[in-house]
């Protein structure tokens, strides 16, 4: 995958022409399992060598990496996701050193997402054995 598309991430922006897919889903009921696209990116992959790389599991990482935004338009990082999109240049247009510049909105959606989470929420009372112990019987 390397020789023929430079990266693997090149390979799997390569079935949606570089641009993320945006659904409109309105209800968590409407979002599939699996997309016809999932299906060839998966076939292709098996051609390719790869293992458990069945539809729901290239859905799935589609979901994560960005390649496709399945956000409820009600969510507020639908909105998010959609201004990085358009803050995001067009590789499939640019020559020269400037296709190397390409940003990665997976990246940037999913470090977005692992910055607005916050650990303090999880956190447990220790403040004496009895509660602890209490917790864990």
């Not at 016809?36 to 051609?47: G, H, T």
């Not at 539809?55 to 979901?63: A, C, D, E, L, S």
């Not at 990082?77 to 940003?103: H, N, Y």
Request: charged share 25%; proline share 4%; net charge negative.
């Amino acid at each position: 995958i390397v020789e023929e598309f430079g990266s693997f991430d090149n390979y799997c922006w390569s079935f949606v022409n570089h641009k993320p897919i945006v659904n409109g889903f309105r209800y968590p009921r409407q979002v599939p399992v699996k997309t016809p696209k999932a299906e060839v990116i998966s076939k292709d992959m098996v051609r390719r060598g790869f293992r458990s790389v069945g539809p729901t599991v290239i859905y799935t990482f589609m979901q994560v990496s960005g390649i496709t935004n399945d956000h409820l338009v009600g969510c507020y990082r639908f909105s998010e996701c959609l201004a990085v999109m358009e803050e995001t240049p067009d590789v499939s247009k640019t020559e020269g050193k400037d296709a190397d510049r390409k940003l990665d909105i997976g990246r940037l959606g999913l470090a977005k997402a692992v910055e607005d989470l916050s650990v303090s929420s999880l956190s447990i009372k220790t403040d004496s054995s009895d509660e602890v112990g209490a917790m864990l019987a």
